[in-house]
T-cell receptor, first 114, second 110 residues
Framework: GAVVSQHPSRVICKSGTSVKIECRSL??????MFWYRQFPKQSLMLMAT?????????EQGVEKDKFLINHASLTLSTLTVTSAHPEDSSFYIC??????????FGQGTRLTVV | DAKTTQPPSMDCAEGRAANLPCNHS???????VYWYRQIHSQGPQYIIH???NNETNEMASLIITEDRKSSTLILPHATLRDTAVYYC???????????FGTGTRLTIIP
């Protein structure tokens, strides 16, 4: 299947700082990317939908000013967690699709805010 | 909200077939049945999808009932590496905004 790569796989940051997570589609052009968050022992929760060249659409309850999403090209979307706090510690996962096939997921980024 | 119901957990002996059920009684005519799995601390992995006919690929088989209200994912010869949480999702094809339920935690027993 297609390859979606996330970076970094793990990050630890201090409370109040910002963290950027990258999601890349390596062998296809991703017209749409999705960002999910997963807390321990829970399922994936969709945070936002990102379309190349336009503003992201956020799910209800997700703060757009805290979770900045940029989808500047057909192969890259970034999620920036601004002013991170310990409650933002979670497993962040992206998926990508070219709208003709099923979605492919990145390997996830485990964020720990201390 | 997830439109599927799955048992929370199942065990299967290594080498045997693992049969994972899923109920989706409110599925719409344009919605496909997708299966993904998530191995611990990794992103979900696509397994298979289907509309109304049974499907088979190198990973698994998908059996969908004639009324489309339920389906079964079959892993023909389960290995220890198949231990994961398996998610059954119904979604219109081409809309890859997936809503994950709680899934089934499948444990393969040596």
């Amino acid at each position: 299947g297609a390859v979606v790569s996330q970076h970094p796989s793990r990050v630890i940051c201090k409370s109040g700082t910002s963290v950027k997570i990258e999601c890349r589609s390596l062998d296809f052009q991703a017209t749409t990317m999705f960002w999910y968050r997963q807390f321990p022992k829970q399922s994936l929760m969709l945070m936002a939908t990102s379309n190349e060249g336009s503003k992201a659409t956020y799910e209800q309850g997700v703060e757009k000013d805290k979770f900045l999403i940029n989808h500047a090209s057909l192969t890259l979307s970034t999620l920036t967690v601004t002013s991170a706090h310990p409650e933002d510690s979670s497993f962040y996962i992206c998926s990508a699709t070219d709208s003709h096939t099923e979605a492919f997921f990145g390997q996830g980024t485990r964020l720990t805010v201390v | 909200d997830a439109k599927t119901t799955q048992p929370p957990s199942m065990d299967c002996a290594e080498g045997r077939a693992a049969n994972l059920p899923c109920n989706h009684s409110t599925i719409s005519g344009n919605e496909y049945v997708y299966w993904y799995r998530q191995i611990h601390s990794q992103g979900p992995q696509y397994i298979i999808h289907g509309l109304k006919n049974n499907e088979t690929n190198e990973m698994a088989s998908l059996i969908i009932t004639e009324d489309r209200k339920s389906s079964t994912l079959i892993l023909p010869h389960a290995t220890l590496r198949d231990t994961a949480v398996y998610y059954c999702i119904v979604n219109p094809f081409g809309n890859e905004k997936l809503t994950f339920g709680t899934g089934t935690r499948l444990t393969i027993i040596p």
